[in-house]
């Protein structure tokens, strides 16, 4: 494992971040929308929340995949997030996708996809989304337990099945074998039933939890997986797909992590053998960045202290976009975009060192006490109301996961900016 992670690092990691360009052009997209909005003045709505996705970021991490990860076919984990652009990007890098609902399907299909690129990877299935996707020609799909098996059986007897397996999840951020995958004493018990109902498993899937940070956990899954594969033998199932699931991150994590997977799928699953994945995160976590506005602000003066901070009011909060507190253990970082008359981009830390820092705790704008984004901010500027700020890395179970509690929406502009050449002539940007 340790000489699988120094190989790594001596391969010299990741495919050249096209960063610089893509700050610059995302910096132009913010600057250019804020500019236009004069918040004394605007109809309402107008001053909303907006992203700025770069879908240059999702190639790029495309391109890094097929270089880490040659033999694993991506499908796209739509869940994460159903952004349209990002969706046709993919048809066009022809990606496959893991679909997890009925409407996930009909988005996909509508964009001409052939559904045998499709997998219904949801083991506890609606069976009225299951009759839809049978009808509409979705065969792969998954399963961990006998009543899936039943309904299978009843509903699509023809489809392509995964079964999936239990992993060891526990250094993930959100935890998924707690509710699905079928332990290795079960699934002798599945593969016969499996048999007998005169069903068809074609592959192993598994998924090491969302945001992992053991990236051995992969080693133990494709250890497991090989282990069901002879079992399935056993019962005249030929299996020919193992589904490695998601859990990759697209920071640098992602080069340790796809080499200890690419090694244990040299020694664990037979070449003849297909792989795919179903990454959501490491696609587009890093690819779209939002902007707030400032919409109220209550002083707090601590007379004792002698000192002055400021709880800020964001037009976004934990029940929207920011979805991703609650539901992602996420920490997003506020930044300032526009602060007085001085709109800027890229202010980084430089400047922050100042002796003069300001205190600014960060809430959304509904009425609950528990939409709250950041307790403790330093900023040097004195930030009111009109000022916006903007946070990075906002792909990822954001949008997807916001409501619209208290009546705010939950439908965010997104402007779209392209940072690789490569990804514009795909899309026509
Ligand atoms: N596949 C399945 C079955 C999932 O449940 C999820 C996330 O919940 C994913 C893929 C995507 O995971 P990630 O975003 O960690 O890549």
């Keep these: ?32 929308r804020v500019e236009t909005i004069d918040q004394n003045t605007c109809e309402a709505g107008e001053e909303d929340a907006f992203f700025v996705a770069d879908l240059g970021e999702v190639y790029r991490q495309h391109l890094r995949w097929k270089k880490n990860l040659a033999r694993v076919k991506p499908h796209y984990a739509v869940k994460c997030n159903p952004d349209p652009q990002v969706l046709r990007l993919l048809n066009e890098l022809g990606c496959g996708y893991d679909c997890a609902s009925k409407a996930e399907i009909d988005q996909i299909l509508e964009m001409g996809v052939d559904p045998s690129r499709v997998i219904y990877a949801q083991p506890c299935k609606t069976k009225s989304h299951l009759r839809h996707a049978a009808l509409k020609g979705v065969k792969q799909m998954t399963f961990d337990n006998i009543d899936e098996l039943y309904k299978i059986k009843q509903i699509s007897p023809d489809a392509e099945l995964f079964l999936r397996i239990h992993t060891d999840d526990s250094g993930s951020l959100v935890r998924l074998s707690q509710k699905y995958g079928a332990s290795l004493d079960t699934t002798a018990e599945l593969l016969e039933l499996a048999k007998k109902l005169g069903l068809n498993v074609v592959g192993v899937a598994f998924h090491i939890g969302s945001g992992a940070t053991d990236p051995k956990a992969f080693l133990k899954a494709c250890q497991d997986a090989r282990f069901v594969i002879d079992q399935a033998a056993v019962y005249g199932f030929e299996i020919h797909t193992v589904d490695v699931g998601g859990g990759f991150t697209g920071d640098k994590t992602f080069e340790p992590f796809s080499a200890v997977l690419a090694a244990a799928l040299e020694v664990y699953i037979p070449p003849h053998i297909r792989v795919i994945g179903e990454p959501g995160r490491y696609y587009v976590g890093t690819a779209f960045t939002i902007a707030c506005s400032v919409i109220a602000r209550r ?54 060192d100042t002796p003069s820092m300001i205190e600014y705790s960060i809430w959304g704008p509904t009425c609950d006490g528990l939409d709250h984004i950041n307790s403790s901010v330093m900023f040097p500027e004195i930030l009111d109301v009109g000022d916006w700020l903007y946070f990075e890395d906002m792909g990822a179970y954001t949008k997807a996961s916001a409501t619209r509690f208290n009546g705010f929406t939950n439908s965010h502009e997104v402007i779209y900016i392209c940072s690789e050449p490569g990804a514009s002539a795909l899309l026509g940007f």
């Design 1 to 32: 494992y340790e000489a699988i992670i120094s190989k790594d690092i001596s391969l010299g990691g990741v495919v050249d971040h096209g960063v610089s360009k893509a700050k610059e052009l995302i910096g132009h997209a913010l600057k250019s």
């Design 299 to 352: 002083t707090v003066t601590d007379a004792t202290l002698g000192t002055t901070s400021y709880m800020l009011y964001l037009n976004d909060g934990v029940y929207g976009n920011f979805s991703s507190i609650m539901y992602d253990h996420q920490h997003p970082v506020p930044m300032v975009l526009k602060a007085g008359n001085d709109i800027k981009y890229d202010v980084r830390r430089s400047g922050y």
